[in-house]
């Protein structure tokens, strides 16, 4: 499974972004999708994740209520809309897949997803 992140780009505060990652190669082995993210000089942390069979979702705290992840329009793409954007959202943002199941509890860890996108960069201006 090949993961290719885009949409990201530089935005003033309180404004919207949309992040896509189109998935390629054996794409019926993907049973999780996730974004994640890493700001500069701190770790990569869990943004969101969605479980493609039954859509079951999960969001990190300081998203909730302002990002949504959801399938993409496209075949094989899932997206991640970003509204009230916020300076501290600024960071790298990677999507993630894994080809096994994933238990609810587990959908935060990056150890769980075997495959990465390339990144792509959100600047969020104050």
């Known amino acids: 499974v090949q993961l290719q992140a885009s949409g990201g780009g530089l935005v003033q505060a309180g404004g919207s972004l949309r992040l896509s990652c189109a998935a390629s190669?054996?794409?019926?082995?993907?049973?999780?999708m996730a974004w994640f993210r890493q700001a500069p000089g701190k770790e990569r942390e869990f943004v969101a994740a969605?479980?493609?069979?039954?859509?079951?979702?999960d969001y990190a705290d300081s998203v909730k209520g302002r990002f949504t992840i959801s399938r993409g329009n496209a075949k094989d793409t899932v997206s991640l809309q970003m509204n009230s954007l916020r300076p501290e959202d600024t960071a790298v943002y990677y999507c993630?897949?894994?080809?096994?199941?994933?238990?609810?509890?587990?959908?935060?860890?990056?150890?769980?997803?075997?495959?990465w996108g390339q990144g792509t960069e959100v600047t969020v201006s104050s």
């Open positions: 993630a897949a894994s080809s096994g199941w994933i238990i609810l509890s587990n959908l935060r860890n990056s150890k769980a997803y075997e495959y």
């Open positions: 969605l479980r493609l069979s039954g859509g079951a979702t």
């Open positions: 190669g054996r794409t019926f082995s993907r049973n999780v």
